[in-house]
């Protein structure tokens, strides 16, 4: 197990480093020098001279290839030409905010999705199944920027129950230091949470369905009914256990989905994490920022796939035993 | 036994109320009295460097206008002529030594915020920063009567002028804000717009500058030794939103106090209809237009394929229905402007003679020219290039680009091909000083007298500053100098204005879109409000919070 | 909406059903077509993508406007939906039924078009690491497992801020080559299982080149994953097109598409819902009923139950 794990923490690395070089060249197709933007905006010529030192701009593209990798692995990710000042504060001070949208997406998105698919598994094929599976499967079509407007509107503007976009009051709590400040942060995430959770638990309840549904057919279950077992037993003990299996898979799964919705999601609701970070930069041009945030993003979705792997070989003992 | 069962409704009732009660019971602070206060304003737009020498953004202004002071300011009725209605700031008082000599005194209370004091060394520096070609600050065309600014003594300044005219006075106080030269002098004349005091400035101002997240908030606090008096309002906290709609729906979520421009009819109906604020109308100093790049984008020195042609020019200004998109846009808060002016100019005269909207002379003059559509795909084309052209407009602006969808479609009418450009406002602003646009809508905040507004924006001496499309008239300078120096009476004056403004329509320019009314609006809380419809801020200094109106923002203390 | 409006959606309403009868009937007595069938949601979910791909062909003549068309800027702006404009006008004055269904043609053709050049990639390179293995295939499934790891959006968004002007015809192929990595996973997996078949094994000893044995013997045998990613794979980009449109960045004004429809709605939502809530509603609609289908295809076409 250790070594298959070990092995996969080496892929991952790879693939990391890949991406790296990919954006690097991408990076460089667009324009060789940061001193030359694409809007042709022009830099303060120490800025340019810094750049070209630390990166050396005016060296063979391979040198400036190690000298990247150098920078990245010393955290230095650049300065940001809007917000003047370097882009690891600016991720720094936006990763935990989107980190804790996503968790809390996550979480809502978890516990609605398993508790719907279950209930629909034990209802199967009535009514209520069909309905709330019908339903669920709009939801999981719809545009999430789109819920997310809507949600907007009518709780926050026409309702007033939650505010009306944003991290805090910023004047109150700038900082998350005290319980009524935690319960602003609270609230104030509670829609935005919502909209990506609601998305996501659409599509985990399709699939625990399934998943809950294929295994009620098997021996086990059969023995644990002809036993004389309640039904209720049966579903949530012997058949649960075994149908969590996809919700792993899943959870790695929904990385790359919470950080495309974390950009337009963040973005309606005003709420100051990784993807609002990205759009405004792209929107300024700072491309400094985006393709950060481009390598952030993937360096999650590596280390997701990575985490579900590694709780799937826990979670089952078949692939710990083959691994061994 | 492990279940997965959501939440009972009754736990999920009870924790839903202890949170709302959690909530409820708010931080309180300490602050009691009269000097307590937090005002945050929401705006679409943000500063984008602290140095008033160096921007011409109006958010800018809003901030440094509190931190950085100016010899004199405007008076409550706004008059500019002469020096009697001015209101002394840094200078305690001045004379007349010559009929082109001015001499001030500054107020020797008047101290940094570093402890230093306020000598006239910093005002001859500041004159030096703002007329000098590197820092191409966009106030300079308006100092061009100033021939120069000297020193006799650590607090006496001299203005010497180059020839007499009745706005002497305001054009020596009203452009700059006088700067720390012990902070400033070292900075590279050519790097102001980088240099790291606009982002944490010293000044000598009401407010201290206390923090800048870019692209969420800005604070100030109250100086409590301020020369002058002290503040009532403690802090003033920015907050930058996405646009200006998206304040406006801040402030009647009362998640903000204060919004400058309510902008269109249903927000001043939403804020009518909110019990909490008041609303307060003031003389609107902004307009909107169309400008036309008359130089090639990117390349000044040759001219526009499309917009040198003055024909061309007339014809798209009298294709556009500009009354109807008012009408739409604002309501009855706007008006169409008959020139490049505010509703606050006093040189407002309908009369002004300017091209009509005439969408059949358009076309003809259209056909004359050699665009016809000879495809037949709906666009006209000459020598086979389509009349097309790309409009400039930044998103943090909702009615901008509203018009721009509008006009797109009524140039189409016309056989005008328009793509719009929909750009972030810095990259807007970085465009359209460098000039790649081929046309941009763009809003000007003006000044309370269209003295040093409209030779900054529409003569050659806004070339590279606030003149975009590079449009230059000798006829129409001459006539325009004409009009700051006329010292007869005030008719004559606006006969004069008003001949130079037909000779700059004729020329069309630009499109001129709308001049508003202003309508801010802020939460009931606040008293004692004087709104200045130059710059709405200027007197925040003497807002208050009455003591038993505080809220919880309103006591914390920091 | 004129009579001849009117006459003309009720017309696209019947072909799309008469459209679903027949499939039914001709395909629905086999096994797969009664697998397929056997789904609730899987009639309507036919009728209501062949509605809208008929009523998106029939465009000008289930219309009564132009959907540039600013019909009276000053007196039917935001305009509640009426006899007149059965969906009302957005803040432009322009109908919004008429930008609906021209939108639908947009949108349904971006998806189109970005799922075929997915789609297409997707096969060219998982049946090309499939069938030769070893390098080939190592090098191949390397750079996927690259393209998976970035978010498409991220990677979408880094291109707008890099170049300065992206025409939407480049924008398109980009969505397609952002998208094809889970398709050649499976078809990789399917050419892998098909290759060792007799028949293949048969085909590749008397000589046949390996485009060929490739195309007629393997591809045709892997289609049924190909097939459901696909329909899923055009849920996906009119998803992602409209997120981009909602940034500002994908289709420009004014063309209509139901992505930038919903963000010209967006500032006047308090007043006048209706222009974001109908092309919300209408990708919700379609992208549902893709899904709808490419469930009910996986369990058409699985071979499992060939056999069972």
Known sequence: MAAWLVRRLAASIAIVWAVVTLTFLIVHLAHGSPCGQPDGRPIAPEVCADLTRRFGLDRPLGVQYVKYLGALLRGDLGESLSLHRPVADALADTLPNTFMLALTALILDFTLGLALGVYQAARERRFSDIALGNAALFVNSMPTFWLGLVLLLVFGQRLGWFPVGGLRDLVLCPRVDSLPCAADFAWHLALPALTLGLVGAANTARYQRAALLDVVRQDFVRTARAKGLPERRVLLVHALRNALLPLITLFGLSFPFLLTGAVLVETVFAWPGMGLLAVNAILQRDYPIVTAAALVASVMVVLGNLLADALYGVADPRIRARAT | MPTTRPPSLLTAAAALAGLLLVIGCARKGGCTGDYCGTLVIATGGEPDVLLPAVSDRAITRDVTDQLFLKLADLGPSGNTIGDEDFQPLLAERWEWDTPTTLVFHLDPRARWQDGRAVTAADVAFTYDIYTDSLVRSPFRPSLRHIAAVTTRDSLTVVFRFRQRFPEMFYAAVYHMRILPSHLLREVPRSQWRSAAFGRAPVGDGPYRFVAWRAGESLELAADSTFFLGRPHLRRLIWRFTADQQVAVTQLVAHDADAVEVLVTPDNRERARADTQLAIYPYKGAAYGYVGFNLAAPGDTTKPHPLFSDRELRRALVMSVDRGALVHTVFGDMAKVPPGPMSQLYWIWDPETRELAHDSARAARSLTRLGWVDSDGDGIRDRDGHPLAFRLLVPTTSAVRRQYARFLQEQFRTMGIDVQLDEVDFSVFNERARAGRFDALINVWNTDPTPSSGIPESWTRAGFGRSNYGRYENPAFERVLDRAVAAVSSRDEAKRTWRAALELLNQDAPAIFLFATENYAALHKRIVDVRIRPDSWLALVRTWRIPADRLTDRDRVER | ?308
């Open chain 3, 1 to 308: 909406m004129n009579v001849g409006n009117w006459l003309a959606v009720g017309g696209a309403a019947v072909l799309a059903l008469v459209a679903v009868v027949e499939i039914r009937r001709r395909v629905g007595t086999g096994a797969p077509g009664r697998r397929f069938f056997r789904h609730p949601t899987a009639a309507p979910a036919v009728f209501v993508l062949g509605f809208f791909v008929t009523v998106a062909l029939a465009a000008p003549l289930v219309t009564p406007y132009q959907p540039y068309l600013q019909i009276d800027i000053t007196r039917l702006a935001n305009h509640p939906p009426s006899s007149q404009f059965p969906l009302g006008t957005d803040p432009f004055g322009r109908d919004v039924w008429s930008r609906l269904v021209f939108g639908a043609r947009i949108s349904l053709g971006i998806g189109a078009l970005a799922m075929l050049v997915a789609v297409t990639t997707g096969v060219v390179v998982g049946g090309v690491a499939g069938y030769f293995r070893r390098w080939v295939d190592a090098t191949l499934m390397r750079l996927v497992d690259v393209g998976l790891a970035m978010p498409r959006m991220f990677m979408l968004l880094m291109v707008v801020a890099l170049w300065e002007h992206v025409p939407l015809a480049v924008l398109v192929l980009l969505i397609g080559l952002t998208g094809w990595f889970g398709t050649s996973r499976l078809v990789r997996a399917e050419v892998l299982s098909v290759r060792e078949r007799e028949f293949v094994a048969a085909a590749r000893s008397l000589g046949a080149e390996p485009a060929r044995v490739i195309l007629r013997h393997v591809l045709p045998n892997a289609a049924a994953p190909i097939i459901v990613s696909a329909a899923l794979g055009i849920g996906n980009v009119m998803l992602l097109e409209a997120g981009l449109s909602f940034l500002g960045m994908g289709v420009p004004s004014p063309a209509p598409s139901w992505g930038n429809m919903i963000a010209d709605g967006w500032p006047k939502m308090a007043v006048a819902p209706w222009c974001s809530t109908v092309p919300g509603l209408a990708i919700s609609l379609v992208v549902m009923a893709l899904n709808a289908v490419a469930d009910a295809l996986r369990d058409a076409l699985d071979p499992r139950k060939e056999t069972a």
